[in-house]
């Protein structure tokens, strides 16, 4: 029997049918459902309502599809996949590209820069065999001398 005044709005059960139908709630709730089934006819009807459609659904058959229908979505899937995957390929090469140009511009920026004038020493260094106008320069004789040591031609013995 149902009181007077309860619908399946306000059955705090109501909500917990469809899962108590597929199993999916603990053996406790269960036994507390069952018992609330035998006092609720709002609760009883809309167990009979699934039980009804579950058992619709189990008599029908699917429809048995061909190869051609069958290779047709297996292409569907594929060419999804492939747009997919060109996509992000696509936005890789586009990231790739805009690197490969801001570093060609700094490049380009930072080698057109005028190269600072070498100091005597680093000219005698790179080129012993030059002949500098601060031949006098200690440092130009420091460079002399490492150049000499390591050259292996010790001179200064």
Same mark, same amino acid.
């Given at each position: ?45 809309? !167990? ?36 997919? !995957? ?12 805009? !690197? ?17 004038? !070498? ?39």
């Amino acid at each position: 029997m149902t009181p007077e005044g309860l619908n399946a709005s306000n059955c705090r059960f109501t909500a917990r049918i469809s899962p108590f139908h597929d199993g999916e709630v603990a053996a406790s709730e269960r036994q507390q459902i069952s018992a609330h089934l035998q006092e609720c006819a709002i609760c009883r009807d809309e !167990l009979a309502h699934l039980q009804k459609l579950s058992d619709r659904f189990t008599q029908i058959s699917p429809p048995a599809i061909t190869p051609q229908a069958l290779r047709r979505v297996h292409n569907a899937v594929d060419a999804q996949r492939d747009r997919s !995957l060109g996509r992000v390929a696509r936005a890789f090469v586009a990231v790739a590209a805009s !690197l490969f140009i801001v570093t060609a511009l700094w490049v380009a920026q930072t080698s057109s820069a005028a190269p600072e004038s !070498l100091v005597p020493w680093e000219t005698h260094a790179v080129d012993p065999q030059s002949t500098t106008s601060a031949n006098n320069n200690p440092e130009v004789a420091i460079a002399q001398w490492m150049v000499q040591d390591l050259s292996g031609s010790n001179a200064h013995e």
